[in-house]
């Protein structure tokens, strides 16, 4: 039988009441014949109540402990969740990681999933069990230890089966109905996308749309699985919230298909550099080391021998980022005058797999931001993203009045 | 070096602060010397939530989906207990039971430990490690499904790990000082014993003091496990808490050392029941297939060819007793007139190795109950204990007038 892989996210399991619900969205599929693989998160709010308590013991703990802990969540939905589907004469039995085994790296709390042997779940499908329930976000590494695949590991784990076991689709189970144009909340013409390429979806994704953890697109888009992304909270067709798939399975696409936004980027500036060959490399050298993600990167025109450089970082790396630079100035490694960080900015981005082939989306994005008196900071752009920083206080409007300029309240 | 086993109960571990009071107690164990394994229980309500969920969920509930999820909480406390330790710089790790491995039966929600192979726990002992943090309650079955003990099961782990490890001694922290000869809330000449004898402690623990579970118990009797009974809320001192021991081990002892009472018992009466060969087979053969737990039996004498039976069961299984007995009258196995439940009893009991020497004990409690006008419905005896079921509202006054007649109050 075709396999089906279910991921229900922690508000759809909050309590026994949405555990049922998902529980009756999973015998829908099993009576079109799927044999289904259902992946569960922690009840809403249980991760966070673990994680407190670690946090309370010791600041600096042992992420080998640390995972111990906060699997627990996830093992008693899957539990919770096989007794519902049995309830419901559903032949369903539950998996913890380690039994599986999804065998993992030793990187205790952001571990990567390496293989998932299906041998054990197949047997058991064959043997007439219909669902296997997956405790999500964890594995076992190979000194027999848990591991967890960092926050949000559970998209993870829903793709990673899905690719082990060439599960036909892999429906994702969350509390929005899938993934628009831009936040609703910021405006109420954002669209709701019936498809989007998975390159669309990482830039989406890593630019802060929370929908679904980044990793879990990666691992998507390199096993080419089929994911979509729905509501558990609404009555659902076949073809309901967002696929999301290779480009070449969209047929009409604008050049646009998304404005996502960030508060968390900080702009810093070093005043002053002396500037010689080798600068850049001696400034984002010692970043790197310290682990500070940077971002965009702008380096001003050079006035006898001494320039400005700015880039961005997350803004709870700012600290990381100050700390690294004045250790580096210390060494002699550069020289500056200051070091600026302005963390009163946002990043808005614009992604779209249109923009390879046609020109002028970037003339037009920074044409309408001057158009409503919203000053570019930086600048930064891939392939299919054009990214700019400006004052946090345009964040909105910024938002708005792209999405209006490239017409992605109406589909292509 | 010497292994110590320090078992902490649910209140003991209720929260961080908790959690932390114990390791320092456990720390203390380290400083003196010892490796010590910990077996911990979860945090106190939370096996009842886990426990009410799936009660919610199927009252005829998957045990093995059902130990899945109610031994999430063992793991949680193991855990957090390792990175107390470790923030105390005492070098520590935790185990659940498959880790360990501690094998069971297949007993889902009721099963035994076969073994626990102490390799992987010593090895780290070897390396360095003072402290093993064990999930109490759990263990992992031929199949490699997670399996539970049945409740109050940590007692049973820890006594289990002290007899696998040759261990000193097994500590039991609870949220009592030790045994009494009474529960102190019936009287306050009630006295903490010193030490108890295993057959003692046995008879108390099945009679209904809460104190340990009759099954380590039984398992500290069979492996010659020194148990100590002490409060994790009070400073302690090497000699504190009561030990419960061989009888060898004990100099001096009353002749009665306990006096233990039961409101969980119910007294049956067949009336009029056919008396032939056979007839007490053909009545506790049904109710032994049934489950019930038949404890005392009294048979009346017989007349023209007729008698009364009487026994006493828990009184959670007087439905279950009264559907066998009918049953066993519809198939013409017995015939009686009626068959009458009285839940409005006690069982009051005293129990003391030293009965075995000494004579005119049951005449003692016997007459003891007639002065103070309390008449007794049923009698049972063992070599060490000797139970009478009473009218429920004597029971206070049972137990205070047998403490004060068998001089409980002071020590031998």
Known sequence: ??????????????????????????????????????????????????????????????????????????????????????????????????????QTTSAHSAARIEDIPPENILSKFQEGMRVAVIAGFQGISPEGRITTLGR????TTAVAFAAAFDAERCDIYTDVDGVYTTDPRITDKARKLDKIAFEEMLELASLGAKVLQTRSVELAMRYNVKLRVLSSFEEQSDDAGTLVCAEEEIMESNVVNGIAYSREEAKMTLVSVADRPGIAAAIFGPLSEAGVNVDMIIQNISEEGRTDMTFSCPTNQVARAEKAMQDAKTRGEINFHDLLADTNVAKISAVGIGMRS????????????????????????????????????YMELAVQSLHDAFGLEHAA
Chains 1, 2 share one sequence.
């Open 152 to 155: 949000g590991g559970s998209d």
């Open 1 to 102: 039988m075709p396999i089906l892989v279910m991921k229900f996210g922690g508000t759809s399991v909050a309590n026994i009441d949405r555990i049922r619900r998902a529980a009756k969205r999973v015998g829908v599929e099993v009576a079109k014949g799927y044999d289904v693989i259902v992946i569960v998160s922690a009840m809403a709010g249980r991760t966070n109540e673990l994680v407190g308590w670690v946090d309370e013991i010791s600041p600096l703990y042992d992420a080998r402990e640390y995972d111990a802990v906060v699997s627990s969540g996830e093992n008693v939905t899957a539990g919770l969740m096989a007794l519902t589907l049995q309830e419901m004469d559903v032949p369903a039995r539950s998996w913890q990681g380690w039994q599986v085994p999804v």
């Open 358 to 393: 046609q020109s002028g989306v970037a003339a037009k994005m920074f044409k309408t931001l001057s158009d409503e008196g919203i000053n570019i900071k930086v600048i930064s752009t891939s392939e299919i993203k054009i990214s700019v920083l400006v004052d946090r206080k």
